[in-house]
């Protein structure tokens, strides 16, 4: 992975991709959506990595959406593909749902960690995480129906699901913004903190989530997710059947084992 357009890092057990064009508002190009779902796929199959935190560089956006000068017109055919990037784009059916988290196979817990601008289609990544801390500044909007378009990476589906139906459709249908309190209260983000204070937070959660079990965590994130929609007790199969993957792990051995050892559980994903 270069750093010029999207930095991917690992240490202990958490991965980090930082969408890297600050002076575009972190916009996303041909190039960064293919590298983005490198990254999140990269993540996924390596077993060290236990947690995500994914954040936009600088202090004025995690994400602006589709950049408007390049990702969209090629994907409304206003433009020919120019390089590979855009021809990967366009014909890679795994490039689109990968890196909007869309696909379904992303069963690692993921931290948003928010300065800035997050609307379009940063607002629509940001759905497909599961812990969201904001900075004060930040800002969040549906904007595409302004545009002539609509959400189609995840939103349509994941905000009314996330959030009270008639908030969800009065953000994507006004397209307007709102901040980060309102975004607080109506449980759109976890946490609202100070901007130098947000990828810290982050940081400290993902090494909290990352000391648990990882096969644990991944049941529940896999479970809560499928189970959105279902009857309780088509729900409720989906959890015995997590129950039965999890009590069978060495790790569910080791986590009550260390209790009673009084020593901190060694957890291998195993």
Known sequence: ???????????????????????????????????????????????????????????????AGGDLGSTLPLLTGDRLPQDDWDERLLNDPEVMPVSSLCDGAMNKPIIAAVNGVCVAAGAELLLGTDIRIASHESRFAWPEVQRGLIPFAGSLARLPAQLPYCRAMELMLTGEAIDAQKALQWGLVNYVVHGPEVLPLAERIARRIAGNAPLAAAEIKKTAVDSIGLSRQEAFKLEKQAYRRVMATEDAREGPRAFMEKRAPVYRGK
């Not at 750093?3 to 240490?11: D, R």
């Not at 991965?15 to 590298?35: G, Q």
């Open 1 to 63: 992975m270069t750093a010029e357009v999207l930095k991917y890092e690992k240490q202990e057990h958490i991965a980090t991709i930082t969408l890297n064009r600050p002076e575009a508002r972190n916009a996303l190009t041909p190039e960064m959506l293919c590298r983005l779902a490198d990254a999140l796929s990269d993540a996924r199959l390596d077993e060290a990595v236990r947690v995500v935190i994914l954040t936009g560089a600088g202090d004025k956006a995690f994400c």
